[in-house]
């Protein structure tokens, strides 16, 4: 069965910093994988995704993410955090299929310092 | 466009009592599925549905129905609330289920 984690379930960095947010994957095949981030009671938004190719993915708002089939991980990365970016991080994996579903990650709490 | 749309935003249920919570996009996606998330628990499938008249369950389906009678709506039906459905409920949609999909804005229901 699929499966997503994230280790990490709260991050504190300070503004300028760099930030990685880990994400492992379970699945069978070649997953397609996701990041969505949620701010405080606003729904989830589509950071970036990787289905096929090039294994270092351009998200928005500065972000990028790396897929390693050796090593199941698809992390999220940012080279300076601004402090607008505090929120929960979810990352997701697809079942592959036209009948598949996501299935996400239990989130990782960002909190950045002044 | 106004993409996915949920409502009401808020709702409190005393146990026992049914309610019905509205999903509807104008995307034409084939694909719409409900979620609740909990704390520390990150977003759990409730149902999901690959296009009219089809519907599926997910994860934890237990306590909520669903139909799907056109490609727009996508209603989500508490038969009778519990106190454990007190959640934060989302409501998605995308042109397949795997291929990321479109969140609406939630809708918080508290059950007593």
């Known amino acids: 069965a699929q499966s997503v984690t994230q280790p990490d379930i709260h991050i504190t960095v300070s503004e300028g910093a760099s930030l990685e947010l880990r994400c492992n994957y379970s699945?069978?095949?070649?997953?397609?994988l996701f990041w969505y981030v949620q701010s405080p009671g606003q729904g989830l938004q589509l950071l970036l995704k990787y289905f096929s190719g090039d294994t270092l993915v351009q998200g928005i708002k500065g972000f990028e993410a790396e897929f390693k089939r050796s090593q199941s991980s698809f992390n999220l990365r940012k080279p300076s955090v601004h402090w607008s970016d505090a929120a929960e991080y979810f990352c997701a994996v697809g079942a592959g299929s036209t009948l598949g579903r996501l299935y996400f990650g239990r989130g990782t709490q960002l909190t950045v310092w002044p | 466009n106004a993409g996915v749309t949920q409502t009401p935003k808020f709702q409190v249920l005393k146990t026992g009592q049914s309610m019905t919570l509205q999903c509807a996009q104008d995307m034409n996606h084939e694909y719409m599925s409900w979620y609740r998330q909990d704390p520390g628990m990150g977003l759990r499938l409730i149902h999901y549905?690959?296009?009219?008249?089809?519907?599926d369950q997910g994860e934890v389906p237990n306590g909520y129905n669903v139909s799907r009678s056109t490609t727009e709506d996508f209603p989500l039906r508490l038969l009778s609330a519990a106190p454990s459905q007190t959640s934060v409920y989302f409501c998605a949609s995308s042109y397949s289920g795997d291929r990321g999909q479109y969140f609406g804005p939630g809708t918080r229901l508290l059950v007593l």
């Open positions: 549905s690959v296009g009219a008249g089809i519907t």
């Open positions: 699945y069978g095949a070649t997953p397609y």
